[in-house]
């Protein structure tokens, strides 16, 4: 990156990989590891390859400057064998404003995206003690053409997004999570995820835990 951005923690929720993890162009790693400890049927799992390839070229479309994590959920899926999600975060800089006012900007922006086909969007109060705006939808299927452009070797198609905007404590920065997939039948579960990742969002170091119990998590109970 061009300039350094706050650092913000959260907990990547069961199912997600980070795509470090793996070479940018290394399909078959990202298969071999992910697919065969969710899916028995290997129909299923050339089926479940072949969604891979696409959302593969959605994640290296997706890399940008902003973007500090990007990730690829893999969840199994009783009638499609698999569901796949790309989970991302991003952080700009913006112009000093109070987070009350950031927030409703930017849910004022989200909800009035011409990319939405249809959309409902709420304000959140987070343990950290920042607002935040989630807005979820449909997103419209994008022209085959600009899918060509961005590299992306896929059929146009419908996708929901659930997308969380949140100010940094310190006014000048803002980050924006989403959960992208084409599983428009997972929507409701997408997006008590990302709303649940909201919750364990923090802009301080974590303390470690001084005992190894927990408390339950609602991510793994979303799953």
């Known amino acids: 990156m061009s ?19 793996f070479g940018p162009e290394d ?12 899916l028995d049927d290997p129909a299923d799992v050339d089926s479940a390859e072949r969604q891979l390839a696409a959302m593969n070229n959605l994640l290296r479309a997706m890399r940008q400057e902003a973007t500090v994590h990007l990730s690829l959920g893999v969840h199994p899926d ?4 698999a569901a796949f999600s790309v989970f991302c975060i991003s952080v700009s800089g913006i112009q000093w404003r109070p987070a009350a006012m950031a927030v409703a900007q930017s849910a004022l922006a989200l909800a009035d995206s011409p990319r939405w086909r249809s959309n409902s969007g709420r304000i959140l109060d987070l343990p950290s003690g920042q607002p935040a705006a989630l807005v979820s939808g449909t997103l419209s299927a994008p022209p085959r053409q600009l899918l060509q452009s961005a590299g992306i070797l896929a059929e146009p198609c419908e996708t929901f997004q659930a997308r969380l905007t949140v100010p940094f404590p310190m006014g000048t920065y803002v980050a924006v999570a989403d959960i992208t997939s ?5 929507a409701a579960a997408y997006t008590d995820i990302l709303e649940a990742i909201a919750g364990t969002i923090s ?14 998590s ?3 109970e979303l799953f």
Not at 27 to 38: F, G, K, M, N
């Open 203 to 216: 802009f301080t170091a974590p303390s470690l835990p001084s005992s190894p119990s927990q408390r339950p």
């Open 27 to 38: 399909q078959q790693a990202i298969a071999s590891a992910l697919l065969p400890a969710i």
């Open 78 to 81: 009783e009638e499609h064998g």
């Open 182 to 186: 084409a599983a428009t039948r997972h």
């Open 3 to 21: 300039t350094t951005v706050p650092p913000l923690w959260f907990r990547l929720p069961p199912g997600y990989h980070e795509y470090d993890d």
């Open 218 to 220: 609602r991510l793994l």
